[in-house]
């Protein structure tokens, strides 16, 4: 079964920064893309920041370009989302995700997305 369980959310002034981890179980994380996403209370849940398998290629929202970094460490089974210079409008639940499929090559389409982690809050004061 896979399990993926975020944690490093928190309360943060803005301009501050958070780095959000996913610790991931149930499957050779090397052979999977993964993904952050977030969701704002009635709001759709977006896709932020995407990596393929060889962590060679990333995907950013344009709302956070240049803020935030995806990263994985397969070693430790963990993927990263390194937020800077955060904005109120970055307040959200932050969702870790990951696909069905190994070797997905359209990794930055939300819809490949299958299994979640349960969320981990964001908020960023003015």
């Known amino acids: 079964q896979v399990q993926l369980v975020e944690s490093g959310g928190g309360l943060v002034q803005a301009g501050g920064s958070l780095r959000l981890s996913c610790a991931v179980s149930?499957?050779?994380?090397?052979?999977?893309?993964m993904g952050w996403f977030r969701q704002a209370p009635g709001k759709e849940r977006d896709l932020v920041a995407a990596i393929d398998w060889s962590g060679g290629l990333t995907y950013y929202a344009d709302s956070v370009k240049g803020r935030f970094t995806i990263s994985r460490d397969n070693a430790k089974k963990t993927v990263y989302l390194q937020m800077n210079n955060l904005k109120p409008e970055d307040t959200a639940v932050y969702y870790c995700a990951a696909p069905e499929r190994p070797g997905i090559v359209a990794f930055h389409t939300p819809g490949i997305y299958a299994y979640w982690g349960q969320g981990t809050q964001v908020t960023v004061s003015s």
């Open positions: 149930g499957r050779t994380l090397s052979l999977y893309a």
